[in-house]
T-cell receptor, first 110, second 115 residues
Framework: GQQLNQSPQSMFIQEGEDVSMNCTSSSIFNTWLWYKQDPGEGPVLLIALYKAGELTSNGRLTAQFGITRKDSFLNISASIPSDVGIYFCAGSFGNEKLTFGTGTRLTIIP | NAGVTQTPKFQVLKTGQSMTLQCAQDMNHNSMYWYRQDPGMGLRLIYYSASEGTTDKGEVPNGYNVSRLNKREFSLRLESAAPSQTSVYFC??????????????FGSGTRLTVV
């Protein structure tokens, strides 16, 4: 099936640092989504992107829909302890199904 | 404002046993999905239902069956559980308006161990 390559797989950062992660696909997507999963919970939608080149922010989070439509980026500025979790990208061709990346696990070092 | 409710939250089965995972949403969503989450594998689609009365296979359907009981409920059944089905199972739903994806709302998961 369709694979999304998400990197890095894990990140260890100090509180206050900025975070960048990305997702690449071998195929074009019409929609890119970013989710966050807290321990023991289901993923929660952070940002949705619907147009190539689109840059969207949600508080300290900023995501971009790559102009090739094959990639997307998520940045978190000034990280705080509650940012800890697993971040997933997901892409859609505009049909019923989302394809998810393998996740980036974010850990904040005290 | 419950969203997507999954039951049970935890389950241990013996190899060969059967069970049904329940999922219900109260958001009047049309589409519902079952995913499994394994370490390093992300979320993989098992089955989905685009609307009441329809179901389709996803990426990893073998060993599972589903029932879209009504618009609210979508159940996942393991007829003969195997250790390879040890995983965390998530149900999700979306309103799926034409031309847009509004993203999924996920339940909190069922943690299944098959011994």
């Amino acid at each position: 099936g369709q694979q999304l390559n998400q990197s890095p797989q894990s990140m260890f950062i100090q509180e206050g640092e900025d975070v960048s992660m990305n997702c690449t696909s071998s195929s074009i997507f019409n929609t890119w989504l970013w989710y966050k999963q807290d321990p023991g919970e289901g993923p929660v939608l952070l940002i949705a992107l619907y147009k190539a080149g689109e840059l969207t922010s949600n508080g300290r989070l900023t995501a971009q829909f790559g102009i090739t439509r094959k990639d997307s980026f998520l940045n978190i500025s000034a990280s705080i302890p509650s940012d800890v979790g697993i971040y997933f990208c997901a892409g859609s061709f505009g049909n019923e199904k989302l394809t998810f990346g393998t996740g980036t696990r974010l850990t904040i070092i005290p | 404002n419950a969203g997507v409710t999954q039951t049970p939250k935890f389950q241990v089965l013996k190899t060969g046993q059967s069970m049904t995972l329940q999922c219900a949403q109260d958001m009047n969503h049309n589409s519902m999905y079952w995913y499994r989450q394994d370490p390093g594998m992300g979320l993989r689609l098992i089955y989905y239902s685009a609307s009441e009365g329809t179901t389709d296979k996803g990426e990893v359907p073998n060993g599972y069956n589903v029932s879209r009981l009504n618009k609210r409920e979508f159940s996942l059944r393991l007829e003969s559980a195997a250790p390879s089905q040890t995983s965390v199972y998530f149900c999700a739903s979306t309103i799926r308006k034409t031309g847009d994806d509004y993203g999924y709302t996920f339940g909190s998961g069922t943690r299944l161990t098959v011994v």
